[in-house]
């Protein structure tokens, strides 16, 4: 179904409904990385069956790639990326997406953003946002991403979805509307806590 601005807008209003239904949502628990000083725990994991293709993990940087069961590292549709950054501690989760924008710019066609969500959660600055690049010069297809920043005290994180698929048009990229509201709802679902900490509480806490 074309991506019309009518179910744009519709998406969002899907996205903002999960605000009041995440509570019933129950949060898998990923544990900290052996030896890495930090309590923070992001709370999130893959769906079902999408295995890992990318694994990085160190003091400064940690990083996991996930694809669905039937793709594979070199050839994949749609990708799961969950990232922590320990220089951009500090950093704006709006300015981070707001960068990840130009730098899009320099491989699209063209591209539209959409703030889907900028605000606290459990008192850690987060920024959700929808990108649409009409055709990624680099690979000639088109991508539809959704990316999810938090900053938190010891790392800043990043959750990123990301569908390659046909190139498009402005606003008509032929991708249905219920894959972005899952979205959505998954992206959504992911917080960050700290057990040492009350102001950030963990789940049982």
Known sequence: MPFSR?????????????????????????NPVPGLE??????AKPPADWKLIYQLNNTSTRLSDFVPPQETDSEWT??????????????????????EVNRERKDCSFVQHF????????N??????LFLCGENTSINKGEVKMIKA???????????????????????PEFAKEEI???????????????GKVEHPCPGN
């Open 78 to 99: 749609t990708k799961l990326s969950f990232e922590s950054f320990k220089k951009l501690v500090d950093s704006d989760p709006i300015e981070v997406l707001l960068a």
């Open 6 to 30: 009518e179910i744009l807008f519709r998406t969002i209003f899907i996205f903002t409904l999960t605000l009041s239904m995440v509570a019933c949502i129950t949060h898998p628990t990923t």
């Open 150 to 172: 938090i900053a938190g005290n010891d790392y800043f994180y990043l959750i990123k979805i990301v569908k390659r698929i046909e190139p498009f048009n402005v606003d008509q």
């Open 181 to 195: 509201a899952a979205w959505s709802t998954y992206i959504r679902s992911i917080s960050l806590c700290d057990p």
């Open 124 to 129: 850690f600055p987060s920024s959700v946002r």
């Open 115 to 122: 703030n889907l969500f900028s605000g606290l959660e459990n």
């Open 38 to 43: 930090s309590s923070e725990q992001l709370l």
